[in-house]
């Protein structure tokens, strides 16, 4: 009902429950309406009033350009919160004042209106746009890669190298048999990195078994360095990823060539400090090649295109090139072949003693197993040594087993430190060598020096030359004086202590078995067989010595007899970095004397600077035919006198072994015996350690072929480093007086002198032989000049007419 006023009527409730719900639902929609009005009439009036209000433009005013890449600030809060300052610090217009009753300021003189002074905004400015010169990609990467590389590495447990979670390198190197070095090869684009490095790679895989491995620009840019490319901090950071990869290669043993330009010489001398900081041998090898023969050369085609202007910032053109300043190795391949880089290269390597996996001192190879033996006891202790062996029992040596106790106490035989156990002479006989481990890593190490274990099963892993028997025959006598005894006395016939033999092992001699597998020949009137062949001395003692003091002969020549630690000495005394050892049993003639000097030379040849003879006759037991020992020094002695020899780089000493005629089986032991002493090439000519048969029906005849000797020693195994220079047989050149090997097209011009020929001419006591030089030289009964030194063949000469005259 609607009248003047409006008032509500109540509306008669329904008794139908569905008009309720029906009425509640309308209630609600009618207020959701009016709260949806509410709010957009509240957004429409502010939206209305802003503008006035704000004592800035709207933002949209600002016209500010897009910005490459960027990304912008929030303009809108920038320049809100810049008004807000503003007109917070805005001055107050004042109240009109001394009319308190006054609803407003009256126009009067009393109350003028109050002036509010202006109020000026300054609109903060939008921030500037950056500039469009941004850093490109490889400029901000460069720069995050300084700033990561500069962190302190805290927190990161790395394991060293020897420590329990990790192998040393030492027992590493030695299993290899080789050690890890990085040769970091520079040098501008076409300097001839890449052939010299596959020319070695090839050298040091096929010919000389070892692990190497090249790292070069290719196989670097199509992995770990695709994201870099050639600005100088792309280099800077390609010289470092190359360094630490070969460095993990090289602390594995892996020989490790870096061919790469590198051109900045502080970030090749980062990679040498990083190498130093962890240990691992570093060699700067510099391709020092002209810039006018590289463009010569340029394999690549890409001078050609810098000429052209194709190419810019090109090293060694427009980009600088920094030579190394301390190189190890210099290479002036313009003026030199690539085999004679590699030769100089390998040189080098063995000099560092990287081709064998053990400790090498002065370029001088380490003994076989890599352990030096010297079994002399030390002055200090060799009183209280001398009183126990007086308290035990005595083992008599003959005058060869006196020769073989110099030879095993001296260190000549190692890693043998006494005489043969039976198991190491079984491995002898079967296999010519013997299993070692000189620093006990596999466990068994120390197998060969206890009493043999005829079930053992477990044994090291390198296998070193120990080609002939080396054993002490003793009696059934002396078997049983022996008996259980912890320790023996091993006195010369004249019953003069010489040794201590400890924890003796007896055992069953088979001499024929030893014969057989050792000289392969039947010849029991063989000097040295009918040595083992004597009656009586059925069984052997084994075990390690200790020498009660060196062994001398006081025959005058001592002083010659140097022991392995001296003569390793005098070598490094001479400045050696190389040594050669030529042995000889026979007078020296200009023949040999041609192979010592030609074997210098080609060692010079490949890249040695001073190699170093060593001459090296042998000193033990010899058969009686032989030229004895005093003679051949004295000999040797003038030939080095009268310069055929030079002192300078010559060493005599005296080898203290017996010789055994034992043909290619017995020159293996000559060769490993000189590679105790450091030696790293033997030279070997025509059928070394052989002699005729001595009964039978081949009596007269040689018992090994000539050149089996030398190609069994040159393809043997447990050779280690050693390198051989042979030689085939030299003749006398009547033209020009000297011996060398002949000149096929003139043969009648060369005259054969074997030895047997000169013990005969020196028998004859042969004169110099007229100017027109007879070939039969024994008929004429004359030597030709230049055979021999005059004084060494009047030495020689004098001794062989002796025998003549008391035969």
Known sequence: KIGATMEYERVP?????????????????????????????????????????????????????????????????ITSSAAKQAVKHCPVCPQCPNCPSCPSCPPTKECQPPVCPDCKLQCPQPPPCPSSSLPDAATVAAAHRRSMLARPMKDILECAPGADCRLGSANRFKVLGQKGITLWMTGLSGSGKTTIAEALERRLLMELGKNVYRIDGDNLRTGLTRDLGFSPDDRAESVRRASEVAALFSEAGVITMVTLISPY??????????????????????????????????????????????IKNFTGIDAPYEPPARAEVVLKNSEMSVEACVDSLVATLRRAGVLTGHAMEGGLLPPDGGAHVNLIVPEAELPAKLAEAATLP??????????????????????????????????????????????????????????????????????????????????????????????????????????????????????????????????????????????????????????????????????????????RSAFKKKGADVVYAFQTRNPTHAGHAFLMKDSRAKLQQRGYKNPVLWLSP?????????????????????????????????????????????????????????????????????????????????????????????????????????????????????????????????????????????????????????????????????????????????IVSDYYQRQARAN
Request: glycine share 8%; hydrophobic share 40%.
């Open 13 to 77: 409730r329904s008794e139908d429950p569905d008009d309720e719900r029906r009425f509640r639902q309308r209630t609600l929609q009618r207020w959701r309406l009016s709260m949806l009005l509410s709010f957009v009439t509240g957004v429409t009036i502010t939206g209305l009033l802003f503008p006035r209000i704000s004592p800035c433009a709207p933002q949209r005013t600002v016209d500010c350009p897009v910005c490459p890449k960027f990304e912008m600030p929030d303009l809108a809060a």
């Open 265 to 310: 010489r502080a970030d090749r001398d980062a990679a040498r400090a990083m190498h130093a900081k962890r240990g691992i041998p570093f060699m700067e090898v510099f391709m020092d090649v002209p810039i006018s023969v590289v463009k010569a050369r340029d394999p690549k085609g890409l001078y050609a295109k810098v000429a052209a202007g194709l």
């Open 394 to 567: 005595r083992v008599p040596l003959t005058d060869t087993d006196t020769n073989w106790l110099q030879v095993v106490g001296e260190g000549w035989a190692a890693p043998l430190r006494g005489f043969m156990r039976e198991g190491v002479l079984v491995q002898a006989l079967h296999f010519n060598s013997m299993l070692v481990d000189a620093t006990n890593a596999s466990g068994a190490g120390d197998y060969s020096v206890a009493q043999t274990q005829w079930m053992q099963s477990d044994f090291p892993l390198e296998r070193v030359s120990m080609p002939i028997p080396i054993v002490l025959p003793i009696t059934d006598f002396t078997r049983r004086a022996i008996a259980k005894a912890k320790a023996v006395t091993l006195t010369n016939a004249a019953g003069q202590p010489l040794a201590i033999l400890r924890d003796p092992e007896v055992y069953e001699l088979r001499v024929r078995e030893l014969i057989s597998r050792t000289f392969g020949v039947i010849d029991d009137a063989h000097p040295y067989i009918a040595q083992l062949l004597a009656p009586g001395k059925d069984f052997a003692l084994g075990g390690e010595v200790e020498l009660l003091g060196r062994i001398k002969y006081n025959d005058g020549l001592d002083g010659y007899r140097l022991t392995v630690d001296e003569l």
């Open 618 to 794: 042998l000193g033990g037991w010899t058969k009686k035919s032989d030229v004895p020992l005093d003679v051949r020094i004295k000999q040797h002695h003038e030939v080095m006198a009268a310069g055929e020899l030079h002192p300078d780089w010559t060493v005599m000493a005296i080898w203290p072994s017996p010789m055994i005629y034992g043909g290619p089986t017995e020159v293996q032991f000559h060769a490993k015996s000189r590679r105790v002493a450091g030696a790293s090439f033997f030279t070997v000519g025509r059928d070394p350690a052989g002699m005729p048969y001595s009964s039978g029906p081949l009596e007269g005849e040689d018992l090994y072929h000539p050149d089996h000797g030398r190609y069994v020693l040159m393809s043997s195994p447990g050779v280690g480093q050693m390198k051989f220079l042979g030689f085939e047989k030299v003749y006398y050149d009547k033209k020009d007086h000297t011996m060398r090997t002949p000149d096929k097209s003139r043969m009648s011009d060369f005259i054969s002198i074997s030895g047997s020929k000169m013990r005969k001419l020196a028998a004859l006591g042969a004169k110099p032989c007229p100017p027109q030089i007879p070939s039969d030289l024994i008929a004429a009964k004359c030597i030709p000049p230049g055979f021999m030194v005059d004084k060494g063949w009047q």
